[in-house]
């Protein structure tokens, strides 16, 4: 049996704060539907690799009342892979929560009530439970988890769930002691951004979103390719059609026009596959006699007419102080440590008293937060009092 686990589609987000009068109409059209074509991508792979079923675990839609477009997008996608005999079931989240169902949907697509329900089918004469809920309010304060049953009777049963990992959250919270309590085959987890397995053996996975949508959700970005000939292997598959990256530079001693032609040079030797949306972190000595705004205009101007060569576009350039210069130092240590700190797990059990103040348990409900907290650190080990985005 193989299946697909996906979750956050976010279909028609807004990408506000980036998309700016100097960009590209080209670019900015394939921006704008990234998130249409990212889950194109999933279903077409979904037909060529001939699955049984897809999980969308919640946020399909970026907004509880979304527009036709994205509604005729999603129903049309459905009867693709109804005509091709392969299952959907899917679930509504904390933004696209609903009183109702919020489109018609062929035969072959299960949506997931408001209370916990356990569907069953057969696949190869075996028996697969799939369980899970929606929301129909922005907020889950009680414990959805414990309304799931426990594994019984069945040959595979499969939990999705849209919430977050913690003891109190405004997003249906839960530990991992209570998934595993249910005695699950597989945990398809929705609402954190950001690819992670909670667990090993059974497989508990957040499949992250299938297309970035700043530069928060940096990398490749996909879904889960779930074998259950191969010890329920979780693969991982890239649909994003724009990449979030930044690169650090050394501009030392180095004029304007020199920095530019540097910048450029230095993305034409990546030859990115897809096209990348670029942050250029710039560390230099004489940091006042150099202006970003200007250089971002000089340099946007320069790959305005070749971007597509180049598959990348730069949005913003930092500049920084060389000295007490981490990121030129230290990186390659950070890089090796930052996974192990900075992840869900680790801050929910370090600062776990401090999530019963409704302030702190919000402010981390956020997907951002984890990333921001990242960057704080950086910032300061780097010896930086920079303020962080918004």
């Known amino acids: 049996m193989k299946f697909i686990h996906t979750a956050d589609l976010h279909l028609e987000s807004p990408f506000r704060g980036i998309l700016g009068d100097n960009f590209p109409s080209n670019l900015k059209k394939m921006i704008l539907n990234s998130t249409f074509n990212a889950f194109t ?26 527009t036709p477009k994205a509604k005729l997008f999603l129903q049309e996608k459905f009867q693709q892979l109804n005509e091709a ?16 169902d919020l489109g018609i949907y062929p035969k072959n697509v299960y949506v997931f009530p408001e209370q916990v329900t356990n ?34 009777n069945i040959d595979y049963q499969i939990g999705t769930f849209h919430g977050e990992q913690g003891n109190e959250s405004n997003y249906a919270s839960f530990m991992i002691d209570d998934l595993l309590a249910k005695h699950y085959d597989y ?3 929705g609402h954190i951004h950001k690819r992670q397995q909670l667990n090993v053996e059974p497989p508990v996975w957040y499949s992250g979103n299938i297309q970035g949508r700043h530069k928060n959700e940096n990398g490749d970005k996909g879904y889960l390719l779930v074998d259950t000939d191969n010890d329920s292997k979780a693969n991982f598959i890239s ?3 724009i990449d979030w990256n930044s690169m650090d530079l050394k501009v030392d001693d180095l004029s304007e026009l020199q920095i530019k032609n540097l910048i450029i040079d230095t993305i034409s030797k990546q030859q990115f596959s897809k096209t990348n949306l670029l942050e250029i972190n710039l560390y230099c000595n004489q940091i006042d006699e ?41 990186d390659k240590y950070w890089k090796l440590t930052e996974s192990k700190v900075f992840n869900n797990e680790n801050i929910l059990n370090t600062a776990d008293s401090l999530f ?20 704080s650190a950086k910032n300061i080990l780097m010896g930086e009092n920079m303020k962080g985005d918004e």
Request: a negative charge; aromatic letters at 12%; hydrophobic letters at 40%.
């Open 187 to 189: 945990w398809a987890l």
């Open 356 to 375: 019963k103040y409704p302030f702190i348990n919000d402010h981390f409900s956020k997907n951002e937060s984890i990333e921001d907290l990242n960057q």
């Open 41 to 66: 991508n999933l279903v077409n792979d979904a037909i060529s690799k001939k699955v049984d079923f897809i999980l969308i675990v919640g946020d399909i839609f970026d907004i509880e009342n979304p």
């Open 119 to 152: 569907k069953i089918i057969n696949i190869d004469n075996k028996t697969i439970g799939i369980c899970g809920f929606s929301y129909t309010n922005k907020w889950i304060s009680e414990k959805k988890i414990n309304e799931y049953p426990i594994k019984k």
């Open 290 to 330: 150099i202006s970003s705004d200007d250089l971002l205009e000089i340099v946007q101007d320069a790959i305005y007419s070749i971007y597509t060569d180049l598959n990348a576009w730069v949005y913003n350039i930092n500049l920084k102080s060389i000295q007490n210069s981490f990121n030129l130092i230290g």
């Open 85 to 100: 005999n392969i299952s959907v079931f899917m679930s509504y989240g904390n933004h696209d929560y609903h009183a109702n």
């Open 239 to 241: 649909t994003s059609v």
